[in-house]
């Protein structure tokens, strides 16, 4: 009799212990066009490339970036602009696409990369030179664009 209440008591334990696990569905966030960036390579007077880009200027919304976005189309980006130019540090936390870190001085003139930057992970990814601006874009159009330090935008 003993050990039949000691199993009932060890059952009501890991009854009543049971975590009750609740799905919270991520509501899935999606491009917002807010304006049109050009950038123009350094190399070529001639090379535009354009994209639409949403934009990143109040605090939650740089705070946020592109977490939690699944998908990015090719001739989109996100463009932060701050009210200072310093040293910027970006990280991909809750960030699921793999993204192009672009920093920008307050000429417009790419002064960095951070290229392939890789979904969740929380390392630091710094400009290593003061920026006003940040671009974001898919992983690898940096490279397939040919963009380099001098290159310039407007938006």
Known sequence: ???????????????????DKKVIKQTEIHFTKEGELTIHKIATDSTKISLDIEIADTEYDIQTGLMYRNSMEQKQGMLFVFEDETERYFYMKNT?????????????????F?????????SSLPSNAPAKYVLELNAGLADNWGLSVGDSLSF
């Open 114 to 122: 951070q290229k392939n930057a890789k979904p969740f992970d929380e």
């Open 1 to 19: 009799m003993k050990k039949a209440i000691a199993y009932l008591l060890i059952a009501l334990c890991f009854y009543n212990c049971k975590e």
């Open 96 to 112: 699921k696409i793999p993204l192009d870190i672009i920093y920008i001085n307050s000429n417009k003139q790419i002064v960095s």
